[in-house]
Nanobody, 121 residues
C-alpha cells in the first residue's frame, strides 16, 4: 500500500557530503512526521533527524550543525543533506514516515529498505 524508497547513499571520504532522498508512494492521504534513522553494524537503530509536516525539525546531538533535514510535502519526499561526514557516520540509513491512508484511518509508521552510507578516513 505504501512504499518508501531511499536513494543517494554511497562511499565518500571524511569531510565530504552526501544528500539522501526518500519518497513515499501509494494510497497516501496524509503524512505527519518523516524521519531518518541509521544503524551501524552490531548497533541498534538510532534516530538521526525528524521533521514534522509543518517543518519543525529535531536532530541527534551527534549530527547537529552538520546534517539538515528537509521535506517537500507536495512530493511526499524527505531529504537529508549530510556535510562534514565522519567515519562514525557510516551506517545503513533508513527513512520512515507516519502515514494515514484515509480521513478515517489512523496513522501508521512505514519504513524504507535502507541505503548504505560509508565514510572512509
Amino acid at each position: 500500500q505504501v512504499q518508501l524508497v531511499e536513494s543517494g547513499g554511497g562511499l565518500v571520504q571524511a569531510g565530504g557530503s552526501l544528500r539522501l532522498s526518500c519518497t513515499a508512494s501509494g494510497s497516501i492521504f496524509s503524512i505527519r512526521t518523516m524521519g531518518w534513522y541509521r544503524q551501524a553494524p552490531g548497533k541498534q537503530r538510532d534516530v538521526v533527524a525528524v521533521i514534522t509536516r509543518e517543518g519543525v525539525t529535531n536532530y541527534a546531538d551527534s549530527v547537529k550543525g552538520r546534517f539538515t533535514i528537509s521535506r517537500d510535502n507536495g512530493k511526499n519526499t524527505v531529504y537529508l543533506q549530510m556535510n562534514s561526514l565522519k567515519p562514525e557516520d557510516t551506517a545503513v540509513y533508513y527513512c520512515n514516515a507516519d502515514v494515514s491512508l484515509s480521513v478515517q484511518a489512523g496513522y501508521y509508521v512505514y519504513w524504507g529498505q535502507g541505503t548504505q552510507v560509508t565514510v572512509s578516513s
